[in-house]
């Protein structure tokens, strides 16, 4: 049997990325606690889509039973144009049938976590509003997201700049037992994600590009008008679903550089690591800014397990997750492009797409390997 991990930590966050983390050192055997901001967990967010290389993690966790529970599979990624037609096709379970990919929303999938973390002997502490360091442990572990307080402790203040592209997020009721099925409408200077989630309800995200801007943060209302007229040429089942949206929620997006220390060894002070949106914020045109976090927080602990010394091993973390991370996050930056194309490129690229869809269809999915075959808890 491995040594208990001898090791106090204080990890400020308590998203996925910051509970995840909790789970994975509590059960190794470190003293957690996590410090959150908000009075309680609170039912934010909408839809995620986890692939497999976060899933071998609830694996790992034992985690997979509760997870199942609450998520929905996905099948397929299905890309069409603005009118509905089709352009490609991702099957996800006939290409990859040994991976499971899924669907949840995020307050159940937090909510999954928090018991998680407090089984394993993790303390939760909120209404916290973090403005100093904490002291009292022997390492910090910044999880708190893409305004983090922590990150400046290690890189400075950064200025992240505005895409040009706002977008609408929001949840409808949906009773139609939908094909598990990811689906992504693409228009000129525009495109719509929805897929299913469980308990009857349909994620929606919608991204334009547009000259003004809103604050980053997806917790500020919209109007649901806005978002009907936004998307209004747009065709097949898309106007229905808008039609019964009630409440949305509204942020700019920005691009914000993957940070360059990830940590900073004790000195007077605690050591510090960041993880999830704090070291790496990402466009959300991958869907994997929470399998990152998940990822992170798995080699993190399995880092800090290996008794190299706490700075030796959270080089070693830096090291294994910096470069797969900054990958992912051009990617997304990628796709941000490739969905908004115009004119004569947008012609040309879905027309390639349609026949690659058709002749090789395996290829698709295939250009993502080295993203679904990783397997955290095996890097370190």
């Given amino acids: 049997m491995p040594r208990p991990l001898d090791l106090s930590v204080t990890i400020v966050g308590a998203g996925v990325a910051g509970l995840t983390a909790a789970c994975a050192l509590a059960q190794r ?3 957690v606690r996590v410090l959150e901001r908000a009075g309680a967990l609170r039912e934010v967010g909408a839809g995620l889509q986890i692939s497999p290389n976060a899933i071998r993690v609830f694996d790992a966790l034992g985690l997979w039973p509760a997870f ?3 998520s929905l599979p996905s099948g397929r990624v299905e890309l069409r144009d603005s009118d509905g037609a089709p352009v490609a096709v991702m099957d996800l379970a006939r290409h990859r049938p040994q991976d499971r990919f899924r669907l949840v929303h995020r307050a159940r999938l937090v909510e999954m976590l928090e018991n998680a973390a407090r089984e394993a002997g ?3 502490e909120f209404g916290q509003d973090i403005r100093t360091l904490p002291q009292d442990c022997d390492l910090v572990i910044g999880a708190d997201g893409v305004k983090s307080r922590i990150r400046p402790l290690l890189n400075g203040i950064e200025q992240p700049f505005f895409t040009g592209q706002t977008a609408w997020r929001a949840l409808i009721a949906d009773q139609s037992n939908p094909e598990p099925a990811a689906q992504v409408f693409m228009g000129p200077g525009r495109h719509l994600v929805s897929y299913p989630l469980a308990g009857g309800l349909r994620n929606i995200v919608a991204v334009m590009e547009r000259a003004d801007w809103q ?5 500020q209302p919209g109007d649901p008008d806005d ?3 936004a998307f209004s040429r747009f065709g097949g089942p898309v106007t229905g679903w808008l039609n019964k949206v009630n409440e949305v929620g509204l942020w700019g997006l920005f691009r914000h550089p993957v940070a360059s220390n990830w940590y900073r060894p004790a000195s007077t002070d605690p050591a510090i690591a960041v993880i999830g949106d704090a ?3 990402t466009l959300p045109f991958m869907a994997q800014g929470a399998v990152m976090a998940i990822e992170d927080a798995w080699v993190l602990a399995a880092c800090l397990e290996d008794k190299a010394g706490l700075t030796q091993s959270l080089a070693r973390f830096q090291e294994l997750r910096r470069p797969r991370c900054q990958r992912i996050v051009e990617a997304a930056n990628a796709n941000a492009r490739n969905y908004h194309l115009r ?3 947008r012609a040309v690229a879905h027309a390639g797409l349609r026949t690659i869809s058709r002749i090789a269809p395996g290829q698709l999915i295939g250009r993502f390997a080295w993203l ?3 397997d955290p808890t095996k890097a370190a």
């Fill in 372 to 374: 679904y075959d990783y």
């Fill in 215 to 219: 604050d980053e943060g997806w917790a």
């Fill in 343 to 345: 004119g004569p490129a």
């Fill in 227 to 229: 978002l009907r007229v």
């Fill in 279 to 281: 070291a790496h914020p």
């Fill in 122 to 124: 993790v303390r939760i």
């Fill in 29 to 31: 055997g470190a003293s």
């Fill in 68 to 70: 199942s529970a609450i």
